[in-house]
Structures are given as structure tokens and as C-alpha cells.
């Protein structure tokens, strides 16, 4: 089965500092990734996602993600953090389970941006 | 187009009681999941409707769970009897087609069994 590892559960930066937050998946064969992200009090939105193509995908909020194959890996970065982006982040991948896509979690990284 | 509503907001019950999460898809969505998040930890996926039919309820944590999806349109979680550990977010998600697409989320029902 598929598993999402999200190395970093909390992140505490200042404005304007670089934002890196590492994903890994296993899985072997053809998957679509994604970020989601949940600002307090709001639900889940997505970020980003790639599913084919340039493996460098960009996002709402300036948030980019680059998918490396050969790593499994899907890690999304922000060259400039707002307190705005302080939130909850989530990487997924899609892969198939039994006949049906089933969106898979990582346990969240929490980001807080002080101003 | 309206998106993913759950209700309640937030349910607050004393152990052994019974509660009913209830999840709308966005119309036309034929794939319906839920999953729960206890604080800290992962989003864990529950089950998979697509329209009526439970595709995969592979995750439903015990037999005290009970998932239905009438007419293939809105759906229920029931837990009973609630236990404490069965507190945390329950989210729903759905998604247009049987492939592989986006999961449009719902807010959440933040369930605390006390």
C-alpha cells in the first residue's frame, strides 16, 4: 500500500524566510501528488498538484512543488513566506487501491510565519 | 457551485451515546471518501463511496462505524456507541470521476466523545 512521509511536523519562520517542506511517497508504478493546505478555521484547499509533464509544478500563493522520481519525492517550497501562509500542510498521493484512486495523507506539517 | 458541506460543525457526546456525521457532495460527484484526523496525527482514510456503493471500506476502524450513502447523494457516518478514543476531525471528500482527479474537501466535523 501507499504511504506519505512529511519529514518536518512543525516549522516556525519570519517573513520573507524560504519555505521547504520535504514529501516522500512509496509507491512504485504512476501516481498524481498533491499539496493541500488547511488555514485556521477553513477546510482542506489544494496548492498544487502534478500529475504529468514538467516536473516543476507552481501553485496558487506562489508555492512551487518538484516532483523527483528517482527520489519519490514531492517536496513543496515558497522562495518568500507571509504571515498569511501560516497553516497546515498536507502532501497526498493518488494511487490505485483495489481498482479505485484513493487519496493518501501524510501527517501534516504545521507552519507558523511569524510577521 | 456550491462545495463539500458537512453538519455538524463541531458534536460534543458522552461515551456510549451515538452520533451521525452527515457529508453533501458537490453535485455529480459520483466518488465520496471520509477520513479522520486525530490531533497530531495523519489524515486516515475511512471509505470510498462511488454513488451507492461502498467501493472500499477498508479503513472504517471497527464494526461500531456504519457509512451509507443513500441514492447515491449525501452520506452518513454513524458512530455507535461513541468512544473516546473515537474523537477528532472526520472530513469528507468528493471527486468527479472514477479516475484519478481532485478531492474537493469539506470543512470538517470535529467529533469530542467525553
Known amino acids: 500500500a501507499q504511504s506519505v512521509s512529511q519529514h518536518n511536523h512543525h516549522v516556525i519562520l519570519s517573513e520573507a524566510a524560504s519555505l521547504e517542506l520535504g514529501c516522500n511517497y512509496s509507491?512504485?508504478?504512476?501516481?498524481?501528488l498533491f499539496w493541500y493546505v488547511q488555514y485556521p478555521g477553513q477546510h482542506l484547499q489544494l496548492l498544487l498538484k502534478?500529475?504529468?509533464?514538467?516536473?516543476l509544478v507552481k501553485g496558487i500563493k506562489g508555492f512551487e512543488a518538484e516532483f523527483i522520481k528517482s527520489k519519490f519525492s514531492f517536496n513543496l517550497r515558497k522562495p518568500s513566506v507571509q504571515w498569511s501562509d501560516t497553516a497546515e500542510y498536507f502532501c497526498?498521493?493518488?494511487?490505485?487501491?483495489?481498482?479505485?484512486?484513493?487519496?493518501?495523507f501524510g501527517r501534516g506539517t504545521s507552519l507558523i510565519v511569524h510577521p | 457551485e456550491a462545495g463539500v458541506t458537512q453538519f455538524p460543525s463541531h458534536s460534543v457526546i458522552e461515551k456510549g451515546q451515538t452520533v451521525t456525521l452527515r457529508c453533501d457532495p458537490i453535485?455529480?460527484?459520483?466518488?465520496l471518501y471520509w477520513y479522520r484526523r486525530v490531533m497530531g496525527k495523519e489524515i486516515k482514510f475511512l471509505l470510498h463511496?462511488?454513488?451507492?456503493?461502498?467501493?472500499?471500506e477498508s479503513g472504517m476502524p471497527n464494526n461500531r462505524f456504519l457509512a451509507e450513502r443513500t441514492g447515491g447523494t449525501y452520506s452518513t457516518l454513524k458512530v455507535q456507541p461513541a468512544e473516546l478514543e473515537d474523537s477528532g476531525v472526520y472530513f469528507c471528500?468528493?471527486?468527479?470521476?472514477?479516475?484519478?482527479?481532485?478531492?474537493?474537501f469539506g470543512q470538517g466535523t470535529r467529533l469530542t466523545v467525553v
Open positions: 502534478y500529475f504529468s509533464g514538467d516536473p
Open positions: 497526498a498521493v493518488n494511487a490505485p487501491v483495489r481498482g479505485s484512486y484513493i487519496p493518501t
Open positions: 509507491y512504485g508504478g504512476t501516481v498524481n
Open positions: 453535485s455529480g460527484h459520483d466518488n
Open positions: 471528500a468528493s471527486s468527479r470521476f472514477r479516475g484519478n482527479t481532485e478531492a474537493f
Open positions: 463511496f462511488v454513488k451507492e456503493s461502498k467501493q472500499d
